[in-house]
């Protein structure tokens, strides 16, 4: 990732406009951050998170990318709720077989995002897994 910053310095040395630099850094940078993040992200502790947002500020302070660039937080946040959505709406999805079974309310209760049936809850490992902490975060 640092490979790609210098990179773009080079690029920024040798006059290229600020909206294509911006453009480069979102299609090498974050991407390469933002890439399977719902699997990873989960792991990442706060030290790890935080140090990416100091990365993140650096680049804009350097003029890498643009200011109104979200933290990685939110990056990781969107990614997640990008792929619960696809999952919960494709029946063809890869995924769709780790989700737990449909749930029959047979009472009238506040609508959840989704309609599966909540896994319990038991260890601080079921918060990095994608499907039992999507389930959590959308069952309200």
Not at 38 to 44: F, I, T, V
Request: aromatic share 10%; proline share 4%; net charge positive.
């Amino acid at each position: 990732m640092f490979e790609f910053v210098l990179c773009i310095r080079v690029h920024r040395d040798h006059s290229l406009p600020a909206s294509s630099l911006h453009n480069v850094f979102l299609a090498t940078v974050i991407s390469k951050l933002t890439y399977c993040a719902p699997a990873w992200s989960g792991l990442c502790s706060a030290n790890d998170r935080a140090r990416l947002d100091a990365f993140l500020r650096r680049t804009k302070r350097y003029g890498y990318c643009s200011e109104d660039i979200a933290t990685i937080s939110d990056m990781f946040s969107a990614a997640d709720q990008s792929l619960f959505k696809r999952t919960l709406n494709n029946e063809q999805h890869v995924l769709q077989p780790l989700l737990p079974v449909k749930t029959n309310f047979r009472y009238n209760l506040r609508p959840r995002r989704h309609s599966r049936q909540l896994t319990r809850k038991s260890a601080s490992v079921n918060d990095s897994c994608f499907i039992t902490r999507m389930l959590y975060l959308n069952s309200y």
